[in-house]
């Protein structure tokens, strides 16, 4: 069995119709040898998904491993209200076709929305409305990447970005992170000698690392866009989702104390982890040369994003649920953090290392080794699967060079309950 291999992450963070979907496609592969395909596919890796597939079928195991928010979460009530109303509104607009760039009422709730997060200057033209801020990610990669060029990405970052890139051919090459986000002084010396395409952060609550950059960070980071003439992504899909106080404005919202800096930045949002994410609804905020060929991409693609679900989450927003929905968000999975955090020092004590995090859905931990304690993550994410918990190894995160100790647990889908329950368990597999 092998865990840790590219791919499986990615696997852990669909849901269970998208893993069985995956499998039939590797079905396909085995019985269709003659189809020759693509060979931007070589650059991506899915072999370890079946036994990811198994593992994660075991009756009563508790899963840290998924990326996705908890359903009872969910504010039900309030879409099932925004569906509703945006039929009776205007059913002719929310079931038609639509404008690639985005439904007109959900845009303009979106530079609300932002606004409201401290960006200035960013009216719904500046934006476009994405099929998650997966597809925000993707039409990135479409207008920007050239084969074999560099592309620089936190080491660890999301593993669906690290896939999509390598689709369409970048040369990944990883920034080296601490708990304070993305080392900009490596991050500096990194442009200097390879200018990169671009340059792949999420600087809040960061996809695998939970880490946030500092203020003095975001700040240095925007110069450096200007600068080094390089476009910065910043994804950011959990800066809502603090817990205590608020993180640091987005480089976004920072932009205006950089001159020059919106230039080079690309912002791409999420309503997945606040909202919904079978909605399928993100953004983009980028310079209008890079937007309207993004826009040309989408078309081409999806034409645009279900008209239906913009409507419903315009109305949603209009209606002014989000910052209660929010509210309560940030408790539950602040709680859950805390649970977390707290069950990890008093089972597994000096065994892992770990900072915890101030917002998101992770925490991203290390073997330490102490004491003569386990060093590598596969081989403990396969003794604590017999033990009934899963989590996904830290390998797969890393463009280059993992580090075999890492490992990723998520907080937001089990109750507080389960969560030392499951931590029990990892601890009993680190002891066996
Ligand atoms: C860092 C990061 N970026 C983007 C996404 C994709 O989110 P969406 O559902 O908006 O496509 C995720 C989802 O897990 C994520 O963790």
């Not at 609300?112 to 960006?119: I, P, S, T, Y």
């Not at 993550?377 to 060079?401: I, K, M, Q, T, W």
Request: a neutral charge; proline letters at 6%; one cysteine or more.
């Amino acid at each position: 069995m092998i865990i840790g291999a590219q791919g499986l992450g990615r696997v852990l963070c669909q849901d269970l119709r998208a893993r069985r979907t995956h499998l039939h496609f590797l079905a396909d592969i085995q019985l269709n040898m003659s189809i020759v395909f693509a060979k931007r596919l070589d650059n991506v890796e899915t072999s370890a998904i079946r036994e990811l597939f198994k593992l994660l079928g075991k009756p009563g195991i508790i899963s840290f491993a998924g990326g996705f928010p908890d359903s009872a979460v969910f504010d039900v009530d309030g879409l099932r209200a925004a569906s509703q109303q945006a039929l009776a509104d205007d059913a002719d607009a929310a079931l038609q076709y639509g404008a690639t760039e985005g439904f007109g009422p959900l845009r303009e709730q979106l530079a609300q929305l932002m606004a409201a997060r401290g960006v200035r200057d960013v009216g719904p033209g500046d934006l476009i409305v994405t099929t998650g801020s997966q597809q925000a990610l993707d039409l990135v990669g479409k207008v920007l990447v050239e084969p074999d060029e560099p592309v620089l990405v936190e080491a660890p970052t999301f593993l669906a970005t690290i896939q999509c890139f390598r689709l369409y051919g970048a040369q990944l090459l990883g920034v080296p992170i601490d708990g304070d986000g993305v080392r900009v002084d490596e991050l500096e010396a990194l442009i200097r000698q390879h200018r990169p395409r671009f340059v792949y952060l999420i600087p809040t609550f960061g996809n695998p690392s939970g880490a946030t950059l500092t203020r003095a960070r975001r700040k240095r980071v925007l110069e450096l866009a200007v600068q080094y003439e390089t476009v910065i992504v910043e994804d950011d899909p959990y800066g809502e989702l603090y817990f205590d106080a608020p993180p640091p404005p987005s480089l976004l919202a920072l932009s205006h104390e950089v001159p020059g800096s919106r230039d080079w930045l690309v912002h791409c949002g999420s309503l997945s982890k606040v909202l919904s994410p079978g909605l399928r609804l993100g953004w983009m905020v980028a310079p209008p040369a890079l937007l309207s060929r993004a826009v040309m991409c989408k078309q081409f693609s999806d034409a645009h994003t279900s008209t239906f679900a913009q409507a419903v989450a315009a109305r949603y927003l209009a209606g002014g649920r989000l910052p209660a929905a929010l509210q309560r968000a940030r408790a539950i999975y602040g709680s859950r953090a805390g649970v977390m955090c707290q069950a990890l020092r008093d089972r597994l004590g000096a065994a892992v290392d770990f900072v915890d995090p101030q917002g998101g859905f992770f925490v991203w931990a290390r073997l330490t080794g102490a004491a003569g304690s386990p060093r590598d993550s596969a081989a403990l994410a396969r003794a604590a699967v017999d033990r009934g918990v899963a989590f996904v190894p830290g390998a797969p995160f890393f463009c280059a060079n993992p580090d075999p100790g890492t490992f990723r647990l998520s907080f937001a889908t089990a109750g507080e309950d389960r969560i030392r329950e499951g931590v029990d368990r990892l601890a009993a597999a680190l002891a066996a």
